[in-house]
C-alpha cells in the first residue's frame, strides 16, 4: 500500500517515512501544502492513506482535507497538529479526517493508527484477495497456493498485490515502479523484472503461464 506524508517539519517527515516502510509501506513525502493539492488534485487515487500536518505553508491541511472530500476522495486521512484543544480535533474530525493525533507523538501510536484505518472493510481494502489459486491477505501480509504459505519480501508481496487487484490487465513498469517505489525513486526499471522473475519463481506450478510478458508494456497476471 501507498501512503503519502505532507508535512513541512523535514526531520518529522523522514522519520516517519523510515519507519513505515520498514512495515513495507510505498511511502511519498511533500513539504508544501500548495505543492501536495497540485499532486492529489489529479492522483489522489494513487495512494491509500494521507498522513497531513495541519500548519502547512502553500495551502492550510484543514483545506487540503476539505478539498478531497469535496472531489469524493475516501481514502484515509490521519491529520497531525500541534493543537489539542478539543475544539481543534473536532473541527479536524467534522471536515473529513479519521483521525487526529497531536504532536509530539510516539512512532508505534502512529503505526497502529495506519494499520487499524487501513483494516476498515472498504471495498477497497478486502480481506483477501485470490487469484488462480494464490489467496493475498493485505493485512496479515500472508501469501498462500495451494494451502501452503509463500515467503514473499515487502516489495514482491506489494507488487503481487498490485497485480491481484487488477488481473488480466497490462501493467507497465512504471505503473509498477510508481506503485511499490516512492516517486524519488531513480533506480533502474530492470528491478521490476528482478521481482517478477522472483515471483515467477516462488508462485508458479511447473511451467504454466501466471505472468505474462507483453511485450512494449510491461506484464499481465492472467486470471
Request: some cysteine; hydrophobic content about 40%; glycine content about 8%.
Amino acid at each position: 500500500m501507498r501512503i503519502l506524508i505532507i508535512e513541512d517539519q523535514e526531520k518529522l517527515a523522514r522519520s516517519v517515512k523510515k519507519g513505515l516502510e520498514h512495515y513495507g509501506y510505498a511511502v511519498d513525502m511533500i513539504h508544501d501544502g500548495g505543492e501536495a493539492m497540485r499532486r492529489l488534485e489529479f492522483d489522489y487515487g494513487d495512494y491509500d492513506l494521507i498522513i497531513l500536518d495541519r500548519m502547512l505553508p502553500g495551502m492550510d491541511g484543514m483545506d487540503i482535507c476539505r478539498t478531497l472530500r469535496e472531489k469524493g476522495a475516501t481514502l484515509p486521512i490521519i491529520m497531525l497538529t500541534a493543537k489539542d484543544a478539543l475544539d481543534d480535533k473536532i473541527e479536524g474530525l467534522n471536515i473529513g479526517a479519521d483521525d487526529y493525533l497531536v504532536k509530539p507523538f510516539d512512532f508505534p501510536e502512529l503505526a497502529a493508527r495506519v494499520q487499524a484505518l487501513l483494516r476498515r472493510p472498504t471495498e477497497k481494502f478486502v480481506s483477501e484477495i485470490e487469484v488462480r489459486g494464490i489467496t493475498l491477505n493485505p493485512i496479515t501480509r500472508i501469501v498462500t497456493r495451494a494451502g501452503k504459505e509463500i515467503s514473499l519480501t515487502a516489495k514482491e508481496f506489494s507488487i503481487l498485490e498490485q497485480f491481484m487487484r487488477h488481473p488480466n490487465e497490462a501493467l507497465t513498469r512504471e505503473k509498477i515502479l510508481g506503485h511499490a517505489w516512492d516517486f524519488a525513486y531513480d533506480g533502474l526499471s530492470n528491478v521490476v523484472d528482478v521481482h517478477i522473475k522472483n515471483l515467477r519463481k516462488k508462485l508458479q506450478h511447473k511451467h504454466e503461464t501466471l505472468f505474462e510478458t507483453v511485450h512494449g508494456v510491461g506484464y499481465r497476471l492472467k486470471a
